[in-house]
């Protein structure tokens, strides 16, 4: 069974440095997302991608954040200049296609340090 | 704005026995609901949703849930309750516009003792 994939699984970095979270979404999937759970609270929405363009973003991904679909795989999350709170779980989603009652399916999450 | 509550932290239940894990919603339009779980170390499984139809869905693992548009609640269910279903479960709401992001309750843990 097809499954998004995400690298790496855990990666420690230091305040002020940039990172790139990696995501291999489903193969035909169209719609792309990253969501994040801070230690102990709720999943969280960041973003959504569609048609090599950010559809949907939260309150959250301010401009330290981008994201990309470099290639016809992969899709990246990109921190500029990583901060504590930025300290996560980091995922990736991705889903079909239309209508909106398709599921969503996730990677298994990069766990993000910030020292 | 979407929302979900989940009222209880952690449930407790005995092998064998039936569970439910509860979950109620607010949002405008209409509701499109899903529940996940997330064992540990590990990222979000789907199990089951609703879009609409039969208010009862069934889904992985024996799983079900029972829509209830007057009460806005969306509970899961199991007849009886393994060990390995210990777990987080995830509630999550999305609607009929948008690109359907998913906003989630703050999770409930299961834990099925033996």
């Known amino acids: 069974e097809p499954e998004v994939t995400q690298t790496p699984s855990h990666q420690v970095t230091q305040m002020g440095q940039e990172v790139i979270l990696r995501c291999v979404p489903i193969?035909?999937?169209?719609?792309f997302y990253w969501y994040r759970q801070i230690l102990g609270q709720k999943v969280e929405f960041l973003v959504s991608?569609?048609?090599?363009?950010?559809?949907?973003k939260s309150e959250i991904f301010d401009d330290q954040f981008s994201v990309e679909r470099p290639d016809g795989s992969n899709f990246t999350l990109k921190i500029r200049s990583t901060k504590l709170e930025d300290s996560a779980m980091y995922f990736c989603?991705?889903?079909?296609?239309?209508?909106?009652?398709?599921?969503?399916?996730f990677g298994p999450g990069t766990r993000l340090t910030v020292l | 704005a979407q929302s979900v509550a989940q009222p209880e932290d952690q449930v407790n239940v005995a092998e064998g026995n039936p569970l439910t894990v509860k979950c109620t919603y607010s949002?405008?339009?209409?509701?499109?609901l899903f529940w996940y779980v997330q064992y540990p170390n590990r990222g979000l499984q789907f199990l089951l949703k609703?879009?609409?139809?039969?208010?009862l869905v069934k889904g992985s693992y024996g799983f079900e849930a029972e829509f209830n548009k007057s009460q806005t609640s969306f509970h899961l269910k199991k007849p009886s309750a393994l060990v390995s279903d210990s777990a987080l479960y995830f509630c999550a709401v999305s609607h009929d516009s948008g690109y359907s992001t998913l906003t989630f309750g703050k999770g409930t843990m299961l834990l099925v003792s033996p």
């Open positions: 609703y879009i609409t139809g039969d208010n």
């Open positions: 193969s035909n999937h169209l719609y």
């Open positions: 989603a991705s889903r079909k296609d239309s209508p909106s009652t398709d599921t969503q399916y």
């Open positions: 991608f569609y048609n090599n363009e950010i559809s949907e």
């Open positions: 949002v405008s339009g209409n509701p499109y």
